[in-house]
């Protein structure tokens, strides 16, 4: 079936620094949603991307529009509030579902 | 102010008891979602509904069973609880079929079995 791959695992920052997480997918893929989890369990939609990409603030993501087999989630300036675990999900070929992958577990220190 | 409301929020069953996870969204969304989050392993798609009729179905076991009684209700009925049922069950809508629509996910019911 089709696979999401996520890099990083985990990742631990500092306040203010950059960091983008990335998505691979084994198969072309139709669109990629960006979420992200908070402690209390929350799924929180970040970014829905049939192409291209989008902005919000400090977020920015990509979907690569040529061969459609990754995608990219950019924080600029982290905050305290960013600390989560982010998923990427896809859909692929076939079927109408989601296929998520493993998540990145994102801290942000001070 | 939620606008798809799960509930319980947490659950405690034993094992082969029968248990509904209620769902309902107002967000006058027509397709309605079912995954489930078990420890150490990724989201999983269980069920979509479109109109509250059955999409798809990647659930093996007919233990559950996704019911729909109104346009923005989905409840999940499993039954013969066993210590693996155990996870975070979301509820999950969008305007249309995910095809082409962003998801919104509920705060999930997490479900322990003993």
């Known amino acids: 079936g089709d696979q999401v791959e996520q890099s990083p695992s985990a990742l631990s920052l500092h306040e203010g620094t950059d960091s983008a997480l990335r998505c691979n997918f084994t198969?072309?893929?139709?669109?990629v949603q960006w979420f992200r989890q908070n402690s209390r369990g929350s799924l929180i939609s970040l970014f829905y991307?049939?192409?291209?990409t989008k902005e919000n603030g400090r977020l920015k993501s990509a979907f690569d529009s040529k061969e459609r087999r990754y995608s990219t989630l950019h924080i600029r300036d982290a905050q305290l509030e960013d600390s989560g675990t982010y998923f990427c999900?896809?859909?692929?070929?076939?079927?109408?579902?989601?296929?998520f992958g493993k998540g990145t577990q994102l801290i942000i220190q001070p | 102010d939620p606008k798809i409301i799960q509930k319980p929020k947490y659950l405690v069953a034993v094992t082969g008891s029968e248990k509904i996870l209620i769902c309902e969204q107002y967000l006058g969304h027509n397709a309605m979602y079912w995954y489930r989050q078990s420890a150490k392993k990724p989201l999983e798609f269980m069920f979509s509904y479109s109109y509250q009729k059955l999409m798809d179905n990647q659930t093996a076991s007919s233990r559950f069973q996704p019911q729909s009684s109104k346009k923005n209700h989905l409840d999940l009925q499993i039954t013969a609880l066993k210590p693996d049922d155990s996870a975070t069950y979301f509820c999950a809508s969008s305007q249309e079929r995910v095809s082409n629509e962003r998801l919104f996910f509920g705060h999930g019911t997490k479900l322990s079995v003993l």
């Open positions: 198969t072309t893929m139709r669109s």
């Open positions: 999900a896809a859909l692929g070929g076939g079927a109408d579902r989601l296929t």
């Open positions: 991307l049939a192409s291209g």
